[in-house]
């Protein structure tokens, strides 16, 4: 990936030009979008999700050979990460029909149903269906975090750094998620990481459901209690 990147980037630094003069750049941050509380609470859900799901991408792989999985552990990761396209592409096309919040409501709803799910996950098929239903659920939070940012901007002439703020915040839940993931399993022996995992799954579970909470919140205070609008 990386030397793709490199030869990409390359090609384009020789081969593209501007057409218009840049524009000067704007304030690196825009401090009054915290004054909005959609948006705060979107900056939240950046944080709280990637903290929860990030720590699972990360470390199923790691459930799946505590399980005795053995070579079909790492599998685990791929099935999800591969399910996730129908999500990212499906998201899209549900968000115009019902809305962001709506989509990313629907799909975060599930998830956080299914990490309570994984407590009780522990073959093969049941993981691959957890794996399988969160991948696809997942592709409402991955595919409109920008939207839902930018959603929340009063002056889109600040709707970039807005969603750079945002994933500013979100950065750093996922730089510690799996530290703190990590540092609940432990040392030990396999048996005794694997009768811990539980409450690293819980903890996940309890950011999926904090991530749900601030949607709710931040719909709340852009349609009220209304369920059959679009948003």
Same mark, same amino acid.
């Given at each position: 990936?990386?030397?793709?990147?490199?030869?990409?980037?390359?090609?384009?630094?020789?081969?593209?030009?501007?057409?218009?003069?840049?524009?000067?750049?704007?304030?690196?941050?825009?401090?009054?979008?915290?004054?909005?509380?959609?948006?705060?609470?979107?900056?939240?859900?950046?944080?709280?999700?990637?903290?929860?799901?990030?720590?699972?991408?990360?470390?199923?792989?790691?459930?799946?050979?505590?399980?005795?999985?053995?070579?079909?552990?790492?599998?685990?990761?791929?099935?999800?990460?591969?399910?996730? %396209?129908? +999500?990212?592409?499906?998201?899209?096309?549900?968000?115009?029909?019902? +809305?962001?919040?709506?989509?990313?409501?629907?799909?975060?709803?599930? %998830?956080?149903?299914?990490?309570?799910?994984?407590?009780?996950?522990?073959?093969?098929?049941?993981?691959?269906?957890?794996?399988?239903?969160?991948?696809?659920?997942?592709?409402?939070?991955?595919?409109?975090?920008?939207?839902?940012?930018?959603?929340?901007?009063?002056?889109? #002439?600040?709707?970039?750094?807005?969603?750079?703020?945002?994933?500013?915040?979100?950065?750093?839940?996922?730089?510690?998620?799996?530290?703190?993931?990590?540092?609940?399993? +432990?040392?030990?022996?396999?048996?005794?990481?694997?009768?811990?995992?539980?409450?690293?799954?819980?903890?996940?579970?309890?950011?999926?459901?904090?991530?749900?909470?601030?949607?709710?919140?931040? #719909?709340?205070? #852009?349609? +009220?209690? #209304?369920?059959?609008?679009?948003?």
């Amino acid at each position: 990936m990386a030397l793709i990147a490199a030869f990409s980037g390359t090609l384009a630094f020789f081969l593209l030009k501007t057409r218009l003069p840049p524009k000067p750049a704007g304030s690196f941050f825009y401090l009054d979008a915290f004054k909005n509380v959609q948006y705060v609470c979107v900056c939240i859900n950046y944080w709280t999700f990637s903290f929860g799901f990030f720590a699972m991408l990360t470390f199923i792989g790691t459930f799946g050979q505590l399980q005795g999985f053995g070579l079909f552990a790492p599998y685990l990761l791929i099935i999800q990460n591969g399910s996730s %396209i129908v +999500g990212r592409i499906g998201a899209g096309l549900l968000a115009d029909l019902i +809305g962001i919040y709506n989509t990313v409501l629907i799909g975060s709803s599930i %998830i956080a149903v299914m990490f309570w799910v994984w407590l009780a996950c522990s073959t093969i098929p049941a993981c691959v269906a957890l794996v399988v239903i969160i991948g696809v659920s997942s592709g409402g939070f991955i595919s409109l975090q920008g939207p839902m940012a930018t959603m929340t901007a009063k002056d889109m #002439r600040y709707g970039g750094t807005m969603v750079g703020q945002a994933l500013f915040i979100q950065s750093f839940g996922q730089l510690i998620c799996s530290p703190v993931f990590g540092a609940v399993l +432990g040392t030990g022996s396999a048996e005794t990481r694997k009768h811990r995992f539980k409450y690293a799954i819980i903890l996940g579970a309890v950011m999926i459901l904090l991530s749900v909470l601030t949607v709710v919140v931040a #719909r709340w205070k #852009r349609v +009220g209690w #209304r369920v059959m609008v679009k948003t």
